[in-house]
């Protein structure tokens, strides 16, 4: 396993996040919980969810893995809030008082007493940035949150965050986190030469782009799978189902899994910090974690990159485009 630091922090994580969103939904506790036991076993450090995932379950079963003697300090936990998680007015959001009452019930789901590194986790219509960061800040200062970070703004919206908490001495956002694979490019536009020059740490999800890059699509659906519901995989392999047999036939060349193959071309990325893998069956696992043994050289990656037409700038097949164009963020 490959480790790195998350942005300009000291803090190490593994370059495999483990995504846990199908935790409490498609994989029951048992399974999640081996999954999770098997991913610290072999190196994993990183952990991500967040209060939304199946409706708070999510973080109720990784609070209970990580409930044994000795495992909660091996792993760097991270959670996310904003989206709503309650009927009130203000069970979403990034004000001061939903922060501090999410906080407490993820810290009671997680069982633990602290959160490493703490995502907002999609911007708002007409932010206040001051309360948010300040909000953060207290957190940071109780030792209920250790790095507070961000998720699917715009490169604009984070530097000016940053710049806020520079400008009042908050703890600045350790990362961001957002969307990018080989079929949705758009963070090369702008995100990641941004995070390049700014030090500025982010990690990335939907790196199998929901499972498409593994090549199990090819020639049908498999029963249970979330091709089954996600319209979006029917929309990519109208479009780019060529480039993705081309793909699964250079992994093989390379004696490597598509999903391995996946995985290290995005770790590979030189803004990149660590890729959140969604794994949904224990037999997953070991397919994902060889693209962490090492990394692409440039003209390795370039190899793969240009099996895809290398016009792809698709944003994302989800809401993040929407909210780079959107003018009442501030
Ligand atoms: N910040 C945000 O807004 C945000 C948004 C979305 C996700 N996330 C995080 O990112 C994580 C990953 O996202 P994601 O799950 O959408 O993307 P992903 O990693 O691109 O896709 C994961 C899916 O690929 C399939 N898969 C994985 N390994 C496979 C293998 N070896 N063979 C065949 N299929 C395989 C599984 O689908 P099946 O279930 O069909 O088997 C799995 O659910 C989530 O768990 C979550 O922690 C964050």
Redo the contacts with the bound molecule.
Sequence with gaps: MLYTHLGSSNLQVSRFCL????FGG?TDEAESTRIIRAAIDAGVNFV???DI?CDTRTETILGNALAGEGVRDKVVLAS?TGMKVGPGQNDLGISRFHYVRAVEASLKRLKTDRIDVY?I??PHPKMNLDEMMRALDDLVRSGKILYPAC??FPAWLAMRTQWIADQRNYAPLVCG?Y?Y?LIERGLEIELLPMAKAMNFGITI???????I??G?YLDNK?A????EDDARIDKWMNQYSAAVREFVNHARVLDL?P?ALANRWVASHPSVSSV??????L??LA??LRGFDQLLTEEQRSAVTTIFPTDIKEEAG?NFPSWRRRYDIL
């Design positions: 995504g846990t969103m199908m498609k991500d969810t967040a995932y996310k995502y986790h999609w998720s699917n986190q969307p694979n999800y939907r790196p199998l782009a929901i499972g890059l593994t199990r498999p249970g799978s979330r091709g899994s999903a959140v893998v969604g794994i949904s069956r037999s997953q397919d994902n989800g």
